[in-house]
């Protein structure tokens, strides 16, 4: 009995492969799902076909773009946390699944701390301004910048960071530890 199973789903799964891979004529609806660099489905991600937005993703990272032509399309996927996308799709098959990974802040987070521990500061600078791009208010991003210039050296660069992040409303308590900690280190070098 169980072997039978097997050999009906197989034969199901052989004849919807073979009849997918027929281009199609007329529309067909292109499914589709973002993930992150570590596999995890982005929920609320907005896709956009040919720069108008046409879907949102749901909480398992999945979309359904309704009504296409088989042809090109320019896709993009746009999240608050993650990298945006761009790139291009041939639809060609109205069986056609799309699967889109972007670079997420936490794992650009954990390069960032790679490069400080291997001081790699140009590598680190260049994640930093990855993480700034996604969100310039993020306030992670801001603070590992203002360390990067502290590490070089060059605190005034550092704190005028702090304090221009503090004037757009971007604190929290690390950055006010930091701001703190400066301000006191240019007391006592004067």
Same mark, same amino acid.
């Given at each position: 009995?169980?072997?039978?199973?097997?050999?009906?789903?197989?034969?199901?799964?052989?004849?919807?492969?073979?009849?997918?891979?027929?281009?199609?004529?007329?529309r067909a609806d292109l499914?589709?799902?973002?993930y992150d660099a570590k596999?995890?489905?982005?929920?609320?991600?907005?896709?956009?076909?040919?720069?108008?937005?046409?879907?949102?993703?749901?909480?398992?990272?999945?979309?359904?773009?309704?009504?296409?032509?088989?042809?090109?399309?320019?896709?993009?996927?746009?999240?608050?946390?993650?990298?945006?996308?761009?790139?291009?799709?041939?639809?060609?098959?109205?069986?056609?699944?799309?699967?889109?990974?972007?670079?997420?802040?936490?794992?650009?987070?954990?390069?960032?701390?790679?490069?400080?521990? !291997? &001081?790699?500061?140009? +590598?680190? *600078? =260049? %994640?930093?301004?990855?993480?700034?791009?996604?969100?310039?208010?993020?306030?992670?991003?801001?603070?590992?910048?203002?360390?990067?210039?502290?590490?070089?050296?060059?605190?005034?660069?550092?704190?005028?960071?702090?304090?221009?992040?503090?004037?757009r409303g971007i604190s929290?308590?690390?950055? !006010? &530890?930091?701001?703190? +900690?400066? *301000? =006191? %280190?240019?007391?006592?070098?004067?």
């Amino acid at each position: 009995m169980m072997k039978r199973f097997f050999t009906g789903v197989v034969l199901l799964l052989l004849f919807t492969s073979c009849a997918g891979t027929k281009t199609f004529k007329g529309r067909a609806d292109l499914h589709g799902a973002v993930y992150d660099a570590k596999s995890r489905p982005v929920p609320n991600c907005v896709i956009l076909l040919d720069g108008k937005e046409k879907a949102l993703t749901d909480i398992n990272g999945r979309f359904v773009l309704y009504g296409l032509q088989s042809a090109a399309y320019t896709i993009e996927a746009c999240s608050s946390y993650c990298e945006r996308y761009t790139g291009e799709v041939q639809f060609l098959n109205e069986t056609q699944y799309i699967l889109i990974k972007v670079v997420d802040n936490e794992t650009l987070y954990e390069s960032v701390e790679k490069q400080f521990s !291997q &001081s790699d500061l140009s +590598k680190a *600078e =260049e %994640e930093i301004f990855r993480l700034l791009r996604i969100n310039p208010d993020n306030p992670n991003a801001v603070m590992y910048l203002a360390v990067l210039r502290y590490k070089e050296e060059d605190k005034a660069a550092s704190l005028r960071i702090l304090l221009d992040a503090e004037r757009r409303g971007i604190s929290d308590i690390w950055m !006010q &530890s930091f701001i703190k +900690k400066m *301000e =006191e %280190e240019n007391e006592n070098n004067s």
